[in-house]
């Protein structure tokens, strides 16, 4: 069995408790994907079609620029990948990361959080950032999961 990376982002704190919650269950290491420029809650207001977030939704080619570049993803053979699900699918800032970095042969295992939405074209969109890796969809993660449940899911 070979190193687990728990790798997110989080723009309100529920994708990084959920994040913590699975990289303890696993003993695996975690690392946050900050953006450059943090999202404020004007940012993140959906209703609004000229708030940031709506903005880089829209425009898939739109990539967040990342705060740094220092996940020694090298390091390990199999990446956790969690986010919250903005318009059905991951943001871009993931796109981003995932572009930042070689997947090449690595299995890469998404979890999200959400508030009603699926993972809808997650797995579709994010596979030609990772060039190489193995995308599986993992789990909408919303609830509190036991550690049977988490090693099940994510090993």
């Given at each position: 069995?070979?190193?687990?990376?728990?790798a997110?982002f989080?723009?309100?704190?529920?994708?990084?408790?959920?994040?913590e919650?699975i990289?303890e269950?696993?003993g695996?290491?975690?690392?946050?994907?900050?953006?450059?420029?943090?999202y404020?809650?004007?940012?993140l207001n959906?209703?609004?079609?000229k708030?940031?977030?709506?903005?880089?939704?829209?425009?898939?080619?739109?990539r967040?620029e990342?705060?740094?570049?220092?996940a020694n993803?090298?390091?390990?053979?199999?990446?956790v990948?969690g986010?919250p699900?903005?318009?059905?699918?991951?943001?871009?800032?993931?796109n981003t990361?995932l572009?930042?970095?070689d997947f090449?042969?690595?299995?890469i295992?998404l979890?999200a959080?959400?508030?009603?939405?699926?993972?809808?074209?997650t797995v579709?969109?994010?596979v030609?950032?990772?060039?190489g890796?193995?995308i599986?969809?993992?789990?909408?993660?919303?609830?509190k999961?036991t550690e049977?449940e988490?090693?099940?899911?994510?090993e």
């Amino acid at each position: 069995m070979g190193k687990t990376l728990v790798a997110y982002f989080s723009a309100s704190g529920v994708t990084k408790n959920k994040a913590e919650m699975i990289a303890e269950g696993l003993g695996a290491d975690i690392y946050e994907i900050v953006p450059k420029v943090l999202y404020t809650k004007a940012d993140l207001n959906w209703m609004d079609k000229k708030s940031r977030s709506s903005v880089e939704m829209n425009d898939k080619s739109i990539r967040p620029e990342l705060k740094d570049k220092d996940a020694n993803i090298d390091a390990y053979d199999k990446i956790v990948l969690g986010f919250p699900i903005w318009w059905y699918v991951a943001p871009t800032i993931i796109n981003t990361f995932l572009e930042s970095y070689d997947f090449s042969g690595k299995k890469i295992i998404l979890f999200a959080t959400s508030g009603g939405s699926s993972f809808g074209n997650t797995v579709k969109e994010l596979v030609p950032s990772a060039k190489g890796a193995e995308i599986v969809e993992g789990k909408l993660v919303n609830g509190k999961l036991t550690e049977a449940e988490i090693k099940q899911i994510f090993e």
